[in-house]
């Protein structure tokens, strides 16, 4: 039985976690449960799931919540409720679905209590990789990928030889304006932006994978998770979305993994390594049905941000944390209206301009770097 800490229980893939783990409840069951402010979502969970801990953003959502919750529960709220639900002791395996560089604290508790980690939050590795990498290596603790790409390209490399890997590439489908081109990007509209051709997830990444800079985040994502450098790591637009992300090797054999667009599969693949569960809520690939994959190259004039990702990450150091808090920020700020979708790779590129790059920072310095960044981008906004 595998205990689970959950944290974003309420969001994309903390729903699709707790289906794998309501599918499975011989084999899991969910010790913590952390979310943010949605309530109403999360009382019927911790009604069925019965965690111990519960976490959840703020002492005014405490409560409210309190009084509907039954005793022999435990609620604590704010980042040190994340970190508690982290390490909470009754839990073995972690599972990291909040939204944004928040859940980097939580993250480097939960290695250093030792636990398992199933890491879907990519801005915990974009954010400040090089500090929960070593920590990793540190603690021996494993942090396997529930992001689809790099769940994809871990399957891939399972049984393989790791030192003849040549290139990773990663899939994108291009997003909701695949179709589109730049001019014609001037006054789309939240609506239009989270229309996503293939996946089902929320907010904050669907206007990523729009502007492409969630591939951006991916690359860096990638990079630190499996040690590769920025010259090894391609992007390729794939419509379908069925070819979840491919691995080339020394004598150029390429292993790929896929399957239809589900993120039940990289969830409950992290929670089963190195085994395979029966999903019965997936269906079975028929590629007669697909009739045809297609793929094209990324246009770098077209989708800057995944420019903008690759220096950042070239960069290292500080670089990569402003990228991702200016995009935190942007979009956030797109999606209240305030600013226009094309802006929110400007706000992210001046942000990077602005800064004078800090060379491999402490975690102190990361989080000062995040809060200097954000506000520069809101005064910017504002
Ligand atoms: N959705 C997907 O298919 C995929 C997502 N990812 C990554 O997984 C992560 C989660 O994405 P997704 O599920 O789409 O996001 P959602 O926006 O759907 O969910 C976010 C979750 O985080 C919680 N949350 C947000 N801010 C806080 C906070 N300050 N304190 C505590 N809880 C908070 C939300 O709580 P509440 O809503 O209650 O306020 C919610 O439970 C992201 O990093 C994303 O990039 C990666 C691959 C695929
Ligand atoms: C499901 C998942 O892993 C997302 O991060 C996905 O990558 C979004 O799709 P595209 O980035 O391919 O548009
Ligand atoms: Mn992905």
């Given at each position: 039985?595998?205990?689970i800490?959950?944290?974003?229980?309420?969001?994309?893939?903390?729903i699709?976690?707790l289906?794998?783990v309501?599918?499975?409840?011989?084999?899991?069951s969910?010790?913590?449960?952390?979310?943010?402010?949605n309530?109403?979502?999360?009382?019927?969970?911790?009604?069925?799931?019965?965690?111990?801990l519960?976490?959840?953003?703020?002492?005014?959502?405490?409560?409210?919540?309190?009084i509907q919750?039954?005793?022999?529960?435990?609620l604590?709220?704010?980042?040190?409720g994340?970190?508690?639900?982290?390490?909470?002791?009754?839990?073995?395996?972690?599972?990291?679905?909040?939204?944004?560089?928040?859940?980097?604290?939580?993250?480097?508790?939960?290695?250093?209590a030792?636990?398992?980690i199933?890491?879907?939050?990519?801005?915990?590795?974009?954010?400040?990789?090089?500090?929960?990498?070593?920590?990793a290596?540190?603690?021996?603790?494993?942090?396997?990928?529930i992001?689809?790409e790099?769940?994809a390209?871990?399957?891939s490399?399972?049984?393989?030889?790791?030192?003849?890997?040549s290139?990773?590439?990663?899939?994108?489908?291009g997003?909701?304006?695949?179709?589109?081109?730049?001019?014609d990007?001037?006054?789309?509209?939240?609506?239009?932006?989270?229309?996503?051709p293939?996946?089902?997830?929320?907010?904050?990444?669907?206007?990523?994978?729009?502007?492409?800079?969630?591939?951006?985040?991916?690359v860096?994502?990638?990079?630190?998770?499996?040690?590769?450098?920025?010259e090894?790591?391609?992007?390729?637009i794939?419509?379908?979305?069925?070819?979840h992300?491919?691995?080339?090797?020394?004598?150029?054999?390429?292993?790929?993994?896929?399957?239809l667009?589900?993120?039940?599969?990289?969830?409950?693949?992290?929670?089963?390594?190195?085994?395979?569960?029966?999903?019965s809520?997936?269906?079975?690939?028929?590629?007669?049905?697909?009739?045809?994959l297609?793929?094209?190259?990324?246009?770098?004039?077209?989708?800057?941000?995944v420019?903008?990702?690759?220096?950042?990450?070239?960069a290292?150091?500080?670089?990569?944390?402003?990228l991702?808090?200016?995009?935190?920020?942007?979009?956030?700020?797109?999606?209240?209206?305030k600013?226009?979708?094309?802006?929110?790779?400007?706000?992210?590129?001046?942000?990077?301009?602005?800064?004078?790059?800090?060379?491999?920072?402490d975690?102190?310095t990361?989080?000062?770097?995040?809060?200097e960044?954000?506000?520069?981008?809101?005064?910017?906004?504002?």
């Amino acid at each position: 039985m595998k205990k689970i800490s959950l944290l974003g229980a309420t969001g994309s893939v903390g729903i699709q976690t707790l289906k794998v783990v309501r599918e499975h409840t011989d084999q899991f069951s969910v010790a913590a449960l952390a979310f943010g402010k949605n309530i109403d979502t999360a009382l019927p969970l911790i009604h069925e799931f019965r965690p111990k801990l519960v976490s959840v953003k703020d002492k005014q959502v405490a409560d409210k919540l309190k009084i509907q919750l039954d005793d022999g529960i435990r609620l604590v709220y704010g980042i040190e409720g994340m970190i508690e639900a982290a390490v909470f002791p009754e839990a073995d395996f972690f599972v990291n679905a909040v939204l944004g560089s928040v859940g980097l604290e939580p993250t480097l508790a939960a290695i250093e209590a030792g636990k398992t980690i199933g890491l879907a939050n990519k801005e915990t590795l974009v954010t400040a990789g090089h500090l929960v990498m070593k920590r990793a290596a540190d603690f021996s603790v494993p942090i396997l990928p529930i992001d689809s790409e790099h769940s994809a390209i871990f399957q891939s490399m399972q049984g393989q030889d790791r030192s003849a890997v040549s290139r990773l590439i990663l899939t994108a489908s291009g997003g909701s304006f695949r179709d589109k081109k730049r001019e014609d990007l001037v006054d789309v509209t939240i609506k239009d932006a989270l229309n996503h051709p293939n996946w089902s997830m929320g907010a904050k990444i669907t206007v990523d994978t729009a502007t492409m800079m969630n591939k951006g985040l991916e690359v860096i994502e990638a990079h630190w998770l499996f040690d590769m450098s920025y010259e090894k790591i391609d992007t390729v637009i794939h419509r379908e979305s069925i070819v979840h992300s491919l691995v080339e090797y020394a004598d150029h054999s390429v292993i790929a993994q896929l399957g239809l667009p589900s993120m039940l599969v990289p969830i409950q693949y992290a929670l089963t390594y190195p085994s395979r569960l029966k999903l019965s809520q997936t269906k079975p690939l028929n590629l007669w049905e697909i009739g045809s994959l297609h793929f094209q190259k990324v246009d770098m004039q077209r989708y800057p941000s995944v420019s903008l990702a690759y220096q950042a990450g070239k960069a290292g150091g500080s670089m990569p944390t402003v990228l991702n808090a200016a995009n935190e920020i942007a979009v956030q700020a797109f999606l209240q209206e305030k600013i226009a979708f094309l802006d929110i790779e400007r706000y992210v590129e001046r942000a990077l301009e602005q800064h004078q790059l800090i060379k491999a920072p402490d975690l102190e310095t990361i989080e000062a770097v995040d809060k200097e960044t954000r506000a520069f981008v809101m005064n910017q906004i504002n």
